[in-house]
């Protein structure tokens, strides 16, 4: 078992960790791989998992997504990572209870349409197919396609809830 605190110098951590399921030693290769915004110290929450690796529970998104219309990543002097147990199995089917029966908010549900609108695109459907097979309306499905202009930093900003899709949707749309 590894020590409860893990000390780590100079570490930069990507926004995109904290959708990972990342090993320690992942997380210390990404060390110096930006040079923006130096915080002091951060505290991150990393849970075992049964596989060996570990997942971010905590304390990576509240300090990034400051940073994520500026800075592709953020770097601090140095991080503490918390190691916690894993979860029983009770613990984890409990979790996934309360996200099934969660309010899903209409960011979510436009998200999940043009993700399964671009699955079906690629699988060579055209727009009154995808329609039928969604039963969304054609002129829903083509405003939600103008997500397709959205940039790497503006689908950053819709994944941590600081910008609206539809925001999104009606700047490219002008």
Do not use: C
């Not at 995109?16 to 990342?22: A, K, P």
């Not at 199995?89 to 996200?99: V, W």
């Not at 399964?116 to 405003?143: R, V």
């Amino acid at each position: 078992m590894l020590n409860s605190t893990l000390q780590i110098n100079q570490l930069v951590i990507d926004p995109m960790i904290t959708s990972l399921d990342i090993s320690l030693e992942a997380v210390k290769l990404k060390a110096n791989s930006f040079a923006n915004g130096v915080t002091p110290e951060a505290q991150i929450d990393v849970r075992e998992s049964s596989n060996g690796l570990f997942h971010v529970e905590s304390g990576i998104v509240d300090v990034l997504a400051m940073f994520l219309a500026n800075f592709g990543g953020q770097k601090f002097e140095s991080v503490n990572v918390n190691i916690l147990p894993a979860e029983s199995a009770e613990d984890l089917a409990l979790k996934q209870s309360i996200y099934d029966n969660r309010e899903v908010s209409e960011s979510e549900k436009i998200v999940d349409s043009y993700n399964s609108m671009t699955k079906l695109k690629e699988n060579g459907f055209n727009i009154e197919q995808i329609s039928e097979k969604m039963g969304i309306a054609k002129p829903i499905l083509k405003s939600i396609e103008a997500l397709d202009k959205a940039t790497k930093q503006e689908w950053e900003l819709i994944r941590f809830g600081l910008v609206s899709p539809i925001a999104t949707i009606s700047s490219k749309r002008a």
